[in-house]
T-cell receptor, first 109, second 114 residues
Framework: RKEVEQDPGPFNVPEGATVAFNCTYS??????FFWYRQDCRKEPKLLMS???SGNEDGRFTAQLNRASQYISLLIRDSKLSDSATYLC??????????FGQGTELSVKP | DTEVTQTPKHLVMGMTNKKSLKCEQH?????MYWYKQKAKKPPELMFV???????INESVPSRFSPECPNSSLLNLHLHALQPEDSALYLC?????????????FGPGTRLTVL
């Protein structure tokens, strides 16, 4: 079983759509959780940390369920510029980031 | 300013060459990382430096040799690489190597080994 599993994608959605990404992780000792986005041939950029109570940053909402070892990311009113690969990234006790394979999002006009 | 810089942007080298990748951050971060990323794959951790000491080596072949001259700089020395080592090499830093600390990535060096 992979340490981090994400929706395989790609997701092709029209502008303005709401899209949700799901992620599960196997290490119950994971300490913290992040979503990164990565544009083609660029570096990963931190999108947001994920807190147990859930958190929102503008059009982006992240949720964490530690009991189910499940993380989600919701993007509302998607823009063309949201097109990227979204990486679900738990971090273990030793500080190591464990990257998922990523889910590719393509937002079309 | 959450900026990590890396040089060079692109590097082409032969299997007998010796080259170095450089990474710099001026955010006062005390943990720095090297990752390798192949196309369509997620980044893979290679090394972690914590307070200028090597704390994690993910069983990386000795042809990759990291060095941390000071708290702002991280180098990766390359020698006798193989074509399969061609990849994007990413440097990252975080305030400290604690699980909650966010890591910020540099733009990477795209390495081609001929």
């Amino acid at each position: 079983r992979k340490e981090v599993e994400q929706d395989p994608g790609p997701f092709n959605v029209p502008e303005g759509a709401t899209v949700a990404f799901n992620c599960t992780y196997s290490n119950s000792a994971s300490q913290s959780f992040f979503w990164y986005r990565q544009d083609c041939r660029k570096e990963p950029k931190l999108l947001m940390s994920v807190y147990s109570s859930g958190n929102e940053d503008g059009r982006f909402t992240a949720q964490l369920n530690r009991a189910s070892q499940y993380i989600s990311l919701l993007i509302r009113d998607s823009k063309l510029s949201d097109s990227a690969t979204y990486l679900c990234v738990p971090r273990d006790r030793g500080g190591k980031l464990i990257f998922g394979q990523g889910t590719e999002l393509s937002v079309k006009p | 300013d959450t900026e990590v810089t890396q040089t060079p942007k692109h590097l082409v080298m032969g299997m007998t060459n010796k080259k170095s990748l450089k990474c710099e951050q001026h955010m006062g971060h005390r943990a720095m990382y090297w990752y390798k990323q192949k196309a369509k794959k997620p980044p893979e951790l290679m090394f972690v430096y914590s307070y200028e000491k090597l704390s994690i080596n993910e069983s990386v072949p000795s042809r990759f040799s990291p060095e941390c001259p000071n708290s702002s700089l991280l180098n990766l020395h390359l020698h006798a690489l193989q074509p399969e080592d061609s990849a994007l090499y990413l440097c990252a830093s975080s305030q400290a190597p604690w699980p909650s600390d966010e890591q910020f990535f540099g733009p990477g060096t795209r390495l081609t080994v001929l």
